[in-house]
């Protein structure tokens, strides 16, 4: 959904939308399972700076839910993840921060981003809101043994033959010192 600056000037747009899998591209590691559910508003906010100009911003606010399925950070079997968020974000036009004077106009903005020509791709605002969601890692189960180091098998499934860990390396470091004292 294309939200087209030319509209916000009339009418603020209120949208609901059902994001169907592989609509938003969320990169190589995630994938969508259900669809994206949105609902929000987009306003026009007219900043004024100075006498004559006048900046045309997009405010975006609302919430999207989904599931993703990513890979366990351990054994990196698939795991489902219910993702929900609330948005409330601040476009401003490509550029309209680029002048000296405009620079020191910097309030106390939390999320500012930029729209591009006539207006916001929904879809690319919802993208970053996801990837920013998504916890940075996800474990299948909290005793989750994860793979071998050695053979890669992966050891909630099955047993290897390779050693047992090495010993601790403090024991080494007492036989050491216990070798000093036998001399
Ligand atoms: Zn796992
Ligand atoms: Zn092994």
Redesign the pocket.
Known sequence: MFIEIHKLELNPIDFEEEIRPGVVDLGPDLRQVSALQTAGRAQLVEEHRGKRQTVKDIRLNGDLTTTLELACARCLDPVVQNVARKFDLLYRPLGADAGPEERSVAVAETEVSYYQGEGLLLEDALREQVLLAVPLKVICREDCRGL??????N?NAER???AEPVEDPRWSALKDIRGKLDH
């Not at 071998?148 to 098998?153: I, L, M």
């Open positions: 071998c180091p050695h053979c890669g098998k050891l290897c033959s390779c």
